[in-house]
């Protein structure tokens, strides 16, 4: 600063200094520097156990919070702790704030929650790309390369991953606890432990229940606990243990025969996704080929219609007296007519 005096008048004139300033940058990306490299680099930092750039990308944003990164190029962190908004390889994704949401790919969407991750496998060449999907909240979700176009809109440790190279894309999780989508255009829509499990079931729904698992393309399963829709285009409805297992079948399960030992605990432990609730799937599933199904209604032929139920009631238009109840006990009734010549 100079001051100038000319006829007791102070003139002050400013100068500043215009200093250029330069971001450091890595010799190579982050993710391809080993854990003691990354630690010691000047514009890479370790966080959730991965090797990520520490600076702010270009033309990105971290608006509030702490230790929240967005080293990619228009990415955005609105707020929160410990969140990452792409690796300074990737673009346009957006994390808008709770804790530890991890995004890695592009044009992806983590809304909140804590511990959501969208994983990118940079080391499986059948997929490379994550793009399009969001989660929308809730806690431990997971949606990983070869998924685009996904969402999981809440709940706690849902998933969806490919489970074979046809890939998972265009899928759907609209809550619940622990279900999981390993085939494309796969829906579960709440409940808990459902699951497109066996790695089949393109465009297959389940629409809540627990355990329940459509390995057949096209198949739905309404609710209920361990049904399966392994038919392709098969339908199973409601109950414990029914099985769809033909194309083109539909079962329904209206009778509670629900063993006690299938309840949410196995031997006073909690169920797991990819194994108890997977084996008792496929032990009940066998058990379908054998004389004594006790337990299970099973589909046995394509194009099969089978209903379950302690009754049957038929009736035409409004007048409820003009009812036909088929029962156990007058069933023999029907089965004789219809033998008849």
Do not use: W
């Amino acid at each position: 600063m100079m001051k100038l005096f000319s006829n007791s008048t102070i003139v002050v004139m400013v100068v500043l200094q215009v200093v250029n300033v330069v971001q450091a940058k890595a010799s190579k990306p982050c993710g391809e520097l080993s854990r003691k490299q990354c630690k010691a680099s000047a514009v890479c930092g370790i966080l959730e156990d991965e090797c990520i750039s520490t600076i702010i990308g270009e033309l990105s944003i971290v608006r509030d919070g702490q230790n929240n990164f967005a080293p990619g190029k228009l990415c955005t962190v609105g707020g929160g702790e410990g969140n990452l908004a792409g690796t300074d390889e990737d673009k346009l994704s957006v994390v808008g704030g709770g804790k530890n949401n991890l995004i890695f790919g592009d044009t992806n969407v983590v809304s909140g929650g804590k511990r959501n991750v969208m994983f990118k496998d940079m080391e499986d060449s059948s997929f490379k790309d994550l793009e399009g999907s969001t989660i929308s909240g809730g806690y431990e979700s997971v949606i990983e390369s070869g998924a685009s176009f996904s969402v999981v809109t809440g709940g706690v440790a849902n998933t969806i991953f490919p489970g074979s190279k046809n890939g998972a894309e265009n899928s759907v999780i609209s809550g619940g606890i622990e279900n999981a989508v390993l085939a494309k255009g796969g829906v579960v829509t709440g409940g808990d432990f459902n699951g497109n499990i066996s790695e089949g079931g393109t465009n297959a729904v389940i629409t809540g229940g627990f355990g329940n698992d459509a390995k057949g393309i096209g198949g739905v399963v309404m609710g209920g606990r361990f049904g399966n829709a392994n038919g392709d285009y098969s339908l199973a409805f409601g109950g414990h243990n029914t099985y769809a297992k033909n194309d083109h079948s539909m079962v329904i399960n209206l009778i509670d025969n629900e063993p006690k030992e299938s309840k949410r605990t196995l031997a006073g432990r909690p169920l797991s996704l990819h194994g108890d609730v997977k084996r008792l799937l496929e032990d009940e599933i066998e058990a379908c080929s054998k004389e004594d199904v006790t337990g299970s209604v099973c589909s046995t032929d394509d194009g099969q219609f089978l209903a379950y139920a302690e009754q049957f009631t038929f009736q035409i238009g409004n007048n409820v007296d003009e009812r036909l109840m088929i029962k156990k006990d007058n069933i023999k009734n029907l089965i004789d007519v219809l033998n008849e010549d």
